[in-house]
């Protein structure tokens, strides 16, 4: 839906690098947002976007940083990955008052 | 945003209607009650959305309370795709999700 596309779509690092998820739009919706699922946690929200270069943090920001340079591209980059940021992290894409649609996900193991 | 109360878990018999409810008694005048499912490992999928008034689509009824403090989605005709996570949010148009634990439904043959 909402044509959001993810990338990758699975990764595995180690603890202490620098990892960089990637959630691209062709809908020109203005709204975007990063999730992370952990089993017990539901979605909880990251980061989010509600248009280019504005940003705002979520429940659970602590260790991820975001930009949004282009409408269509919401980067999320963890700058030293640790194994509690081992999860499967979503975007999700909102047209203003709209529905929000979700992108496939992208599992993230850090060992 | 009221926070929701969903069971965590039910069973439907296949081709039977799923009847999935959702108590927000915290809701306020301008929120609204929105359903998304999710299928194991996939991206949460929206399924239907209202603010006071029964919804319908080609997935799934909404029906929403006159106090508005609960409601029900149903899906008429159950099938085993249908098994999923049903989460029952509420909020405000242009606000934020957030997502409870939801309920697991499973359809079985």
């Known amino acids: 839906d909402a044509g959001i596309t993810q990338s990758p779509r699975h990764k595995v690092t180690e603890t202490g690098t620098p990892v960089t998820l990637r959630c691209h739009q062709t809908?020109?919706?203005?709204?975007m947002y990063w999730y992370r699922q952990d089993p017990g946690h539901g979605l909880r929200l990251i980061h989010y976007?509600?248009?280019?270069?504005?940003?705002d943090k979520g429940e659970v920001s602590d260790g991820y940083s975001v930009s949004r340079s282009k409408t269509e591209d919401f980067l999320l980059t963890l700058e030293s990955a640790t194994s509690s940021q081992t999860s499967v992290y979503f975007c999700?894409?909102?047209?203003?008052?709209?529905?929000?649609?979700f992108g496939p996900g992208t599992r993230l193991l850090v060992l | 945003d009221a926070k929701t109360t969903q069971p965590t878990s039910m069973d439907c018999a296949e081709g039977r209607a799923a009847n999935l409810p959702c108590n927000h008694s915290?809701?306020?005048?301008?929120?609204?009650v929105y359903w998304y499912r999710q299928i194991h490992s996939q991206g949460p999928q929206y399924i239907i959305h209202?603010?006071?008034n029964n919804e319908t689509n080609e997935m799934a009824s909404l029906i929403i309370t006159e106090d508005r403090k609960s409601s029900t989605l149903i899906l008429p005709h159950a099938t085993l795709r249908d098994t999923a996570v049903y989460y029952c949010?509420?909020?405000?148009?242009?606000?934020?999700?957030?997502f409870g634990q939801g309920t697991e439904l499973s359809v079985k043959p």
């Open positions: 209202g603010l006071k």
């Open positions: 915290t809701i306020s005048g301008n929120e609204y």
């Open positions: 949010i509420v909020r405000v148009a242009e606000g934020k999700l957030i």
């Open positions: 999700a894409t909102q047209a203003g008052e709209e529905t929000q649609y």
């Open positions: 976007s509600y248009g280019v270069k504005d940003t």
């Open positions: 809908e020109n919706h203005r709204y």
